[in-house]
């Protein structure tokens, strides 16, 4: 069975920088076609995908926050990091991780499953 | 850029629901999804590649389209199906959703 663990700070201040971590079971991001995303979803309004990593190391961005994005793995732990720095209100919102596995590996290519999410508050 | 129509949709249950997802430009159909999200749930795959029905998802839900057009169709509507969907292209990144479309029971 495969599942998803978002963990990190509730609470940040602007300005602080964002660390959260995914912690999985049931899949390895060292097989091929493996895919770990970041997606938030502020209160009330839609998804927005930040970032994926993928069982070769590379790496994706939102185009309007890769100056202030960086996800990393850790494949030894079952563990990909984000890190967003500089966090202003506007980053309040429920943080997910889902996988993908990719067509090329057999499979759909789209996020299943997710985390259950993590709510974060930046607030001064 | 991915626009769902209509915003909100509301329908009783046993009638048949219908919800569009129009994308600025093309979209191979091999990457567009459907995903439903409950109150305080995450997002949960309903169908991938325009068409195909992720496990365990009932068969009253089906996707088609093709190009810019897709669509999302409840056959059936039950009391667990009036949520928020979302549509998803997954092709090309950045990978985008849609706004969502709101579906309660009239």
């Known amino acids: 069975q495969v599942t998803l663990r978002e963990s990190g700070p509730a609470l940040l201040k602007p300005t602080q920088t964002l660390t959260l971590t995914c912690s999985f079971s049931?899949?390895?991001?060292?097989?091929?076609?493996?895919?770990v995303n970041w997606v938030r979803q502020p209160p009330g309004k839609a998804p927005e995908w930040l970032a994926r990593?993928?069982?070769?190391?590379?790496?994706y961005y939102s185009t309007s926050l890769q100056t202030r994005l960086t996800i990393s793995k850790d494949t030894s732990r079952n563990q990909v990091v984000l890190r967003l720095t500089n966090v202003d209100p506007a980053d309040t919102a429920t943080y997910y991780c889902?996988?993908?596995?990719?067509?090329?590996?057999?499979?759909?290519?789209?996020?299943?499953?997710w985390g259950l999410g993590t709510l974060v508050t930046v607030s001064s | 850029l991915l626009t769902q129509s209509p915003g909100t949709l509301s329908l009783s249950p046993g009638e048949r629901a219908t919800l569009s997802c129009r994308a600025s430009?093309?979209?191979?159909?091999?990457?567009l999804a459907w995903y439903q999200q409950k109150p305080g749930q995450a997002p949960r795959l309903l169908i991938y590649?325009?068409?195909s029905t992720a496990t365990g998802v009932p068969d009253r839900f089906s996707g088609s389209g093709s190009g810019r057009d897709f669509t999302l169709t409840i056959s059936r509507l039950e009391p667990d199906d009036f949520a928020i969907y979302y549509c998803?292209?997954?092709?090309?990144?950045?990978?985008?959703f849609g706004q969502g479309t709101r579906l309660e029971i009239k």
């Open positions: 889902a996988r993908t596995l990719t067509m090329a590996a057999g499979g759909n290519g789209a996020f299943d499953p």
């Open positions: 049931g899949f390895s991001l060292t097989s091929t076609g493996m895919c």
């Open positions: 990593i993928d069982w070769d190391d590379d790496k």
């Open positions: 430009e093309s979209v191979k159909s091999t990457n």
């Open positions: 590649a325009a068409s």
């Open positions: 998803q292209q997954y092709g090309r990144t950045p990978i985008t």
